[in-house]
T-cell receptor, first 115, second 116 residues
Framework: SAVISQKPSRDICQRGTSLTIQCQVD?????MFWYRQQPGQSLTLIAT?????????ESGFVIDKFPISRPNLTFSTLTVSNMSPEDSSIYLC????????????FGPGTRLTVL | AQTVTQSQPEMSVQEAETVTLSCTYD???????LFWYKQPPSRQMILVIR??????QNATENRFSVNFQKAAKSFSLKISDSQLGDTAMYFC?????????????FGQGTTLQVKP
């Protein structure tokens, strides 16, 4: 399976500011995804990060709030913009590889607290 | 739209015993995949086991096995010889195999406590 790292692992931010989360994979992967996990809740897909084109967002998530970049096959960023306390969550990056495309592997997550 | 339901918010089991976590799902698709993920307090999501819908044989990975009942749309996880390290939140997840989006739909999760 791919080795996935995320930076930062955690952060505490002030409302109204923005935070960019990085996801780095040790090998080229087919698909990259960003999930949100609110406290004590399940995971919800924010968007699929497409290499070389705009991300595909799920219902309830918009590009202005969660801009995503994916400049190559091993790296993606998620920005949480104009943060409010409701954005306090764990944000997880996941990937699938071409070999077993129906298996997703997750990064360690970024715990965000907004004050 | 597909949905995944885990009706047991919390469960506990004694070390070395067996426990079964329940999961039901709803879909009109015939080609799909089902997964169980484990999330320990470290919050790292770990893939425990996967099942292809077209396979009748239940998947098994060491102490972990599933009971896949396609007609009933049920996908339970059995953990045998429970260990303290099995303490975690367990998520059941569904992936549509026809759409190729790779999108996972998760259940609400079951918190499992293994007691010494």
């Amino acid at each position: 399976s791919a080795v996935i790292s995320q930076k930062p692992s955690r952060d505490i931010c002030q409302r109204g500011t923005s935070l960019t989360i990085q996801c780095q994979v040790d090998s080229q992967v087919t698909m990259m995804f960003w999930y949100r996990q609110q406290p004590g809740q399940s995971l919800t897909l924010i968007a699929t990060a497409n290499q070389g084109s705009e991300a595909t967002y799920e219902s309830g998530f918009v590009i202005d709030k969660f801009p995503i970049s994916r400049p190559n096959l091993t790296f993606s960023t998620l920005t949480v913009s104009n943060m409010s306390p409701e954005d306090s969550s764990i944000y997880l990056c996941s990937v699938t590889s071409g070999v077993r495309y129906n298996e997703q592997f997750f990064g360690p997550g970024t715990r965000l607290t907004v004050l | 739209a597909q949905t995944v339901t885990q009706s047991q918010p919390e469960m506990s089991v004694q070390e070395a015993e067996t426990v079964t976590l329940s999961c039901t799902y709803d879909t009109s698709e015939n080609n799909y995949y089902l997964f169980w993920y484990k999330q320990p307090p470290s919050r790292q999501m770990i893939l425990v086991i996967r099942q292809e819908a077209y396979k009748q044989q239940n998947a098994t990975e060491n102490r972990f096995s599933v009971n896949f009942q396609k007609a009933a749309k049920s996908f339970s996880l059995k953990i045998s010889d429970s260990q303290l390290g099995d303490t975690a939140m367990y998520f059941c997840a569904f992936m549509n195999g026809s759409s190729n989006t790779g999108k996972l739909i998760f259940g609400q999760g079951t918190t499992l406590q293994v007691k010494p």
